[in-house]
């Protein structure tokens, strides 16, 4: 994408009404616009990040055998009825009556309509175990917006929903959910650690909140110090149940809980190595049995020719809130520093001289190398000063920056920088065969 044709709207002050860097770093890199509190218009270059961070969402709940669908954001108030929760969830739901007076809702989460459309589809014990999940934009009141994405009233969320004939193969899908998360939060760069916590309105008796550490959280946590050291999840083999449970197992020893689930017996005996801080709740996972599947009536056939209740579980990533998690993690005084695997192009390619004829035919061809390759490049080609086109590198944080100038190119060579590392003159050759590689 050549910079010139592109609608990127940065800021070179930083907002007053954006309390946290991540918030404010979106909001100059040009990625958001608040069009009402809490509500947020995506640019191209956040579109292009939601994007990223989404497929590998997908990536990973499609390898742990989750079924992607997409239901309506829209949903009726029966449903809810149905459930209890349509009173129960209280002043967080936006509730809308459509013109023939009928009761609407903008869905908050969903286990209601994925319990109905199974309920629609399954027959028999045959159509156990599944697993049901989709990307979408969810609606929450919330009484205090805040923290832009991270805490948004309009946001988009992976939510999936389990279904099982017994509570092994349930407690199966759940750990299977937990190690697809601990993949997706590392494939992003983050540390998330699992912690013990409360069900709030979903309900149930198992849950844990997957927490990134970050002094601008809101979750106050507490864990063992081994939780610092990152944990290598590629070699676990997920369709194998017992190996699976006893690495969780093994994993749970050490002691994480969120603040309405703190253990005074296991922090004692944590003892010195008990740490306390403050976390992003990236994503959050429930086992909650019959909860929905009994107060809708929801059966199967068991082999018997019994009725089966299933089991469920749900299990939420915030999507648009990891953007927010991920800045605050990866930043410094200049800007974003976009780990690879969701950054919005890879290569910032910046040209210093669009009006010498050398620059503009060496940049010109390193984008057009590069692009053929596959490689992502953002081209700066505007004519601009070099120190702003650096400023506009550095905040929006692309992992490499390819400066074309005149002194280089008379001696043949272009500089390669790592966002927020080392750089070093390379030929232009060198520098596309290290891009591509
Ligand atoms: N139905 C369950 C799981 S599918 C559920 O709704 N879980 S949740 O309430 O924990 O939400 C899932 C995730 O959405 C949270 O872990 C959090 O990362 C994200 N989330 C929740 N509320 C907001 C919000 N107001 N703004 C941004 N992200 C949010």
């Not at 100059?28 to 270059?45: F, H, S």
């Not at 970050?214 to 050291?229: C, L, Q």
């Not at 060496?362 to 400023?391: N, Q």
Request: aromatic content about 10%.
């Amino acid at each position: 994408m050549r910079l010139s044709r592109y609608f990127l709207p940065v800021l070179k002050e930083t907002p007053g009404d954006a309390q946290v860097v991540s918030h404010q770093l979106m909001l100059r890199a040009g990625m958001i616009r608040q069009t009402a509190a809490g509500i947020y218009a995506w640019l191209p270059l956040g579109l292009r990040v939601l994007k990223k961070i989404e497929q590998i969402v997908r990536e990973e709940q499609d390898r742990a055998g989750a079924i992607e669908v997409l239901m309506p954001t829209i949903q009726s108030a029966e449903l809810w009825k149905q459930s209890g929760r349509y009173e129960a969830y209280g002043p967080e739901m936006l509730r809308i009556v459509d013109r023939h007076d009928r009761e609407m809702l903008f869905s908050p989460t969903a286990e209601e309509l994925f319990t109905v459309i199974f309920q629609n589809g399954a027959k028999s014990y045959r159509d156990l175990p599944r697993n049901l999940y989709q990307i979408q934009w969810k609606f929450r009141d919330e009484v205090r917006p805040r923290f832009g994405v991270l805490r948004g009233r309009e946001f988009l969320m992976k939510d999936a929903y389990s279904f099982d004939a017994d509570f092994a193969g349930a407690r199966h899908s759940y750990n299977r959910m937990f190690i697809a998360y601990m993949r997706t939060f590392a494939r992003m760069g983050l540390h998330a650690i699992p912690m013990q916590a409360d069900t709030g309105p979903i309900g149930g008796d198992l849950s844990h909140e997957f927490i990134v550490l970050a002094p601008t959280g809101e979750s106050d946590v507490f864990y063992h110090e081994n939780w610092e050291k990152g944990r290598d999840t590629d070699h676990i083999e997920a369709d194998d149940a017992g190996a699976l449970e006893a690495y969780i197992d093994g994993l749970n020893a050490d002691y994480a809980a969120t603040d309405e689930k703190r253990d005074a017996a296991a922090e004692a005996a944590a003892g010195a190595a008990l740490k306390q801080s403050k976390g992003i709740e990236v994503g959050q996972v429930f086992y909650f049995g019959d909860k929905y599947t009994k107060a809708m009536g929801v059966t199967v056939q068991g082999p018997d020719g019994q009725p089966v209740t299933p089991l469920m579980g749900s299990y939420g990533i915030g999507v648009s809130r990891l953007m927010g998690a991920i800045i605050e993690a990866c930043h410094d005084k200049d800007g974003i520093i976009w780990p690879e695997a969701v950054a919005p192009y890879k290569v910032a390619l910046i040209n210093l001289r669009v009006d010498d004829a050398a620059c503009a035919a060496a940049a010109d061809g390193l984008y057009a190398r590069l692009t053929a390759a596959g490689v992502e490049v953002l081209y700066d080609d505007r004519d601009e000063r070099g120190g702003a086109k650096f400023a506009t590198a550095d905040l929006i944080g692309l992992p490499w920056q390819l400066v074309v100038g005149p002194k280089g190119l008379a001696s043949g060579v272009v500089e390669l920088k790592r966002r927020g590392g080392d750089k070093s003159e390379v030929g232009i050759d060198a520098a596309v065969a290290q891009l591509t590689a």
